[in-house]
């Protein structure tokens, strides 16, 4: 089945430094979707990506749609204390169905 | 506008005895999603609705896991009986029929069989 590689899978930063993660596939996806999660919370959509190529914004949030489809990045600058949590990215196929990679855990020290 | 509400937010079972949650979608959405998620993992689906209409279950053990949609709004899934392997977050997420179909998540339901 389809299957997401997502990277790195923990991070430690300090306040105020920039995060980069991605996710990569070996399938082809017509949306990427990316969430974070809080402990005891459901995924909160991020940022939805829909177009191969397409760079979305969100606040101090980036995300982009790699243009082979099977590729997607996540970028935070200058990291708050309440960025803490597990960032999972997500793609959808024709089906509906989406795939979920398996998180990156950020941690952010004062 | 209010997101996807599910209950109960914690259940533990012992082991055999059924269990049942409930997801009452984003107003107006037509699709509906039933994920587990396991410790340290990603949601996987279980079930997917348009409408009333299961269009979606091939990931559903259907052994002892049911669900149902009877109006096309609220939704009910049920293990009965439950195993140890059940304790997990059951999740539920709506997405529109028309325009972007991100899918928004509610709180989940934290199940531990024991």
């Known amino acids: 089945g389809q299957q997401l590689n997502q990277s790195p899978q923990s991070m430690f930063i300090q306040e105020g430094e920039d995060v980069s993660m991605n996710c990569t596939s070996s399938s082809i996806f017509n949306t990427w979707l990316w969430y974070k999660q809080d402990p005891g919370e459901g995924p909160v959509l991020l940022i939805a990506?829909?177009?191969?190529?397409e760079l979305t914004s969100n606040g101090r949030l980036t995300a982009q749609f790699g243009i082979t489809r099977k590729d997607s990045f996540l970028n935070i600058s200058a990291s708050i204390p309440s960025d803490v949590g597990i960032y999972f990215c997500a793609g959808q196929s024709g089906s509906e169905k989406l795939v979920f990679g398996k998180g990156t855990k950020l941690t952010v020290n004062p | 506008e209010a997101g996807v509400v599910q209950s109960p937010r914690y259940k533990i079972i012992e082991k055999k005895q059924p269990v049942a949650f409930w997801c009452n979608p984003i107003s107006g959405h037509n699709t509906l999603y039933w994920y587990r998620q396991n410790l340290g993992q990603g949601p996987e689906l279980l079930i997917r609705?348009?409408?009333?209409?299961?269009?979606?279950d091939s990931q559903l053990p259907k052994d002892r896991f049911s669900a149902e949609r009877l109006k096309g709004v609220d939704s009910t899934l049920k293990i009965q009986p439950a195993e140890l392997g059940d304790s997990a977050v059951y999740l539920c997420a709506s997405s529109n029929r028309t325009g972007p179909r991100a899918q928004y998540f509610g709180p989940g339901t934290r199940l531990l069989v024991l």
């Open positions: 609705y348009e409408n009333e209409e299961a269009v979606d």
């Open positions: 990506l829909y177009k191969a190529g």
